[in-house]
């Protein structure tokens, strides 16, 4: 398993626009420290980089491991994935990744609620697991049934 954290930890500081040395005040090293793991000359600790990690937003295995080269893009975001490029078919089928289906512990015949937004910047397309709406509504029933009860 091949380290990438020097690059990550460079990527991630010029792309949140930091200095080494605001860097290093927010995690409480010194910009010596935050070079040498740019350069690759020394490796951080688990505890740094567990707070870099959470000053990127960035899960620590990706912080770690991420490699843009073999996957195409930059390390992103905590929990927040491409998983790959879909074609819409010609009657509007689409056909997802296996690894968002065994992300999402998706079968044949699962439904999924689409939302969309057609705003300009934002426009887009989500499909939720209609599951976990299920479960979402059922949380949000019983809150409302809770609050009238408290009014009472």
């Known amino acids: 398993m091949k380290i990438m954290i020097q690059k990550n930890l460079t990527y991630l500081r010029k792309s949140a626009k930091y200095s080494q040395e605001d ?17 690759g000359e020394t490796l951080p600790d ?3 980089c567990i ?8 899960a620590l295995e990706d912080l770690l491991h991420h490699d843009e080269s073999k996957i195409g893009q930059p390390i992103g975001p905590k929990g927040k994935h ?12 689409v056909v997802l990744p296996k690894d968002t289906r065994e ?7 699962d439904k999924l609620i689409v939302f969309t937004d057609e705003n ?17 509504t059922t ?3 019983k809150n409302v049934a809770t609050d009238k009860d408290d009014e009472e």
Do not use: C
Not at 26 to 35: E, F, H, M, T, Y
Not at 51 to 58: I, N, S
């Open 23 to 39: 860097v290093a005040e927010k995690i409480g090293v010194s910009r010596q420290a935050i070079a040498k793991w740019e350069s």
């Open 46 to 48: 688990i505890i740094n």
């Open 51 to 58: 707070a870099l990690a959470d000053l990127y937003d960035v």
């Open 82 to 93: 491409i998983m790959g490029l879909v074609t819409l078919q010609e009657r509007g089928q």
């Open 103 to 109: 992300m999402f512990d998706l079968k044949a015949g």
């Open 120 to 136: 300009p910047g934002t426009a887009g397309i989500a499909l939720v697991p209609a599951k976990y709406m299920t479960h979402l």
């Open 139 to 141: 949380m949000i029933n």
